[in-house]
């Protein structure tokens, strides 16, 4: 198995009901090839992890990045795995505007112990929203 981690910037005219959808219908396709995952969304910003067979993570991946709904897909981590570190979610939505609560919830699941990967994703994708917001604010 193998795991990804990518954060995207999320096209304009994005709308709630919009990431309702996609994760919606995440859920049920994911389900469908054995994948696992949860997406962040936060100021125009997604953070997602993916994790499952190798084959199946490939081919899903490479249809989302081409999903015109965001863009700037960057790949933060992307590594083999023997293990799954959520089994129980075919795509969670966190909705946890910043980086503390969302280490809060990630703690919430891991025992204070959040993986590494994750640990990384969540610094660099939080400073990344930041420079975006200070770069739009200044
Ligand atoms: C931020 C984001 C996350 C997505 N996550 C998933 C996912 O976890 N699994 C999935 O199958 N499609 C996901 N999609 C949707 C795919 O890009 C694509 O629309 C979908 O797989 C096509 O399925 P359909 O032809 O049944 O609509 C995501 C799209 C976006 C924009």
């Known amino acids: 198995m193998r795991e990804i981690i ?13 990431i309702f959808r996609i994760v919606f219908r995440a859920k049920r396709a994911n389900g469908r090839v054995g994948l696992s995952g949860f997406l962040i969304y936060s100021s125009g910003h997604f953070l997602q992890l ?8 490939r081919r899903t991946f490479r249809v989302i990045a081409q ?16 293990e799954r570190l959520f089994p129980d979610w ?6 946890q505007p910043d980086e503390a609560g969302a280490r809060r919830f990630m703690a919430e699941q891991f025992g204070d112990r959040i993986p590494a990967t994750i640990d990384t994703a969540l610094r660099e994708f939080y400073a990344t929203i930041g420079g975006c917001l200070a770069a739009r604010a200044g």
């Open 6 to 18: 990518y954060r995207s910037v999320a096209s304009e005219t994005l709308g709630g009901d919009d």
């Open 90 to 95: 075919r795509m969670r939505r966190i909705e």
């Open 50 to 57: 993916l994790e499952g067979p190798h084959l199946e993570l």
């Open 67 to 82: 999903d015109t709904r965001h863009s700037d897909v960057t790949v933060l981590s992307e590594r083999p795995i023997t």
